[in-house]
């Protein structure tokens, strides 16, 4: 191969010679390449936070799951507004969330999506207000989340309105007249929805027969607290806590043969879903939620079959307050002149100005017409639902 290699290289060399030696040249110009189609898509790195281990799990995997669908469908549409989606456990510990948000920082993010949880998020949404990075949370419900910072957004209710909205229920229906209430005082999500519960009763004039407090989700006797309850003559107990706590409370009470209406909030949804836990001791209860699996129209219907065939189970509220944060924000994205050339901080700006525009709405699956306050705060109707058959109906 070598010795003919070399034959032809001198073949050429003297033909070459013999060219420049009189010989007419032919010069062929070559044709240009047709320019390349300019790319004018505009990827915007979506960084999530949220708890994927450790015990309230079930909230942050669903957020993730959730807003992956969503990802999934922008990034199918005919659009060059393309989102990268990257998720972060936090473990529920507000330490551990902040340091996630700096990996997210080291990705180069552009908007933070969470954190799930409100602990957490209040720590993480002090950093990204002083670095100007656009957060928008799908479950962090306190309003310490977004208390003098003009770029944190909730797509959940506040837990003061949770507390608000479920008194106004129990006196509009009449389910019951003494009240008590057992929350964890150690938690600013429960104490919070338990505060706003507590004074909308005054004003109405419900009897709030005892007030029962425990220190952490991580309580696993309370005994005392229903058998307060049931000395009290509770007719519906009001408990917005977790769904972990309030699975040992529902089986707590049934052992004692006490069987009053339980009334939760927002972080009840998923106690069904639970590892072991028998469904039918929570038949019966209520809780809000913004969002029922169970619902006919098309949207819901379509995400979740969507879900269920990706993962396996029937979302949750939190799975669908992540799909439409993820919406918001393609959304308002749509409505921004000059994206391609934002950094972080102008999109932030940005992105504000839209949220908070009188113009700006949301159809999703926790509510249609969707806006916000400039305080962060989400406008929409929540829903209240009971277990029935050990299924969500809305009532």
């Known amino acids: 191969m070598k010795k003919f290699l070399a034959i032809a290289l001198t073949l050429v060399m003297c033909l070459g010679i013999l060219a420049g030696c009189g010989g007419t040249t ?23 936070i949220g708890p994927l281990t450790g015990g309230t799990a079930t909230y942050g995997i669903a957020t993730k799951n959730g807003a992956q669908i969503a990802v999934d469908e922008i990034n199918a549409l005919d659009s060059n507004i393309k989102l990268e989606y990257v998720f972060e456990d936090d473990t529920g510990v507000a330490e551990t969330a902040v340091s996630a948000y700096n990996t997210l920082k080291d990705w180069d993010v552009d908007i933070i ?19 100007r990075y656009f957060q928008l949370t799908p479950s962090a419900s306190s309003p310490d989340v977004t208390a003098g910072k003009d770029n944190v957004f909730q797509m959940c209710f506040t837990d003061p309105n ?35 519960f507590i004074d909308q009763a005054k004003e109405l004039g419900l009897e709030i027969v005892t007030e029962q407090t425990f220190p952490a989700d991580t309580n696993t006797d309370f005994n ?36 009053p209406i339980f009334f939760g909030g927002d972080g009840m949804d998923g106690i069904l879903a639970i590892d072991g836990f028998e469904t039918a001791l929570a038949e019966g209860l209520m809780l809000l939620t913004p969002f029922n699996a169970t619902a006919t129209d098309e949207r819901t219907v379509n995400f979740v079959t969507k879900y269920q065939e990706a993962y396996g189970e029937i979302p949750n509220q939190f799975a669908a307050d992540g799909y439409d944060c993820m919406y918001a924000i393609y959304e308002a994205c749509l409505t921004i002149e000059g994206l391609a050339d934002m950094d972080h901080a102008a999109l ?23 806006t916000w306050q400039a305080n962060g705060e989400v406008s929409k109707d929540p829903m209240v639902v009971a277990v029935e058959n050990g299924a969500y109906v809305t009532k």
């Open 26 to 48: 032919t010069t062929t110009t070559p044709t240009p390449a047709a320019p390349a189609e300019e790319d004018d898509t505009i990827t915007i790195h979506v960084g999530g």
């Open 113 to 131: 999506y969470g954190t799930t949880t409100t602990a957490p998020c209040i720590s993480v949404s002090s950093e990204t207000f002083a670095e």
């Open 162 to 196: 949770q507390g608000v909205t479920a008194a106004n229920y129990v006196k509009e229906t009449g389910i019951a007249t003494k009240v008590g209430i057992i929350y964890n005082n150690g938690d600013a999500y429960s104490t919070g929805i338990a505060q706003g």
């Open 224 to 259: 005392v607290q229903l058998t307060a309850c049931k000395d009290a003559g509770a007719e519906l107990v009001f408990m917005p806590i977790y769904y972990t706590p309030a699975s040992l409370v529902l089986a707590q009470a049934s052992q004692m043969g006490y069987a």
């Open 348 to 370: 932030c700006e940005a992105l504000i100005a839209v949220f908070t525009s009188e113009e700006f709405s949301v159809d999703g699956l926790t509510g249609s017409g969707i």
